[in-house]
């Protein structure tokens, strides 16, 4: 049962690592650092919005609108650092 704990877990932590990563990547898109028209960051853009966007769509839903500001990704990852504890909890090493 501790490999299958640690196999969540870590894999929790490698998403809460690229919801990081995803966020990143929008404020840099938003303030123009970065140009969409290069392949590759066209690329890595539409990788993370992919493996993010199902999760965030229905916490976004929920959520208030808050004007220009996305809380749905710090949410989720108070969700998932949540999730992460009770594996943890139930599973311990």
Do not use: C, Q
Request: aromatic fraction near 10%.
């Amino acid at each position: 049962m501790n490999a299958i704990a640690n196999l969540i877990t870590t894999v929790i932590s490698l998403y809460i690592w690229i919801l990081i990563a995803s966020a990143i990547m929008s404020w840099l898109i938003a303030f123009k650092v970065v140009n969409t028209y290069n392949r590759v960051v066209a690329s890595i853009a539409e990788v993370l919005y992919r493996l993010t966007e199902p999760v965030l769509a229905p916490i976004r839903r929920v959520l208030p609108t808050m004007g220009g500001l996305d809380l749905s990704p710090i949410v989720l990852i108070l969700l998932l650092y949540f999730l992460r504890d009770l594996v943890i909890e139930y599973f311990p090493r």
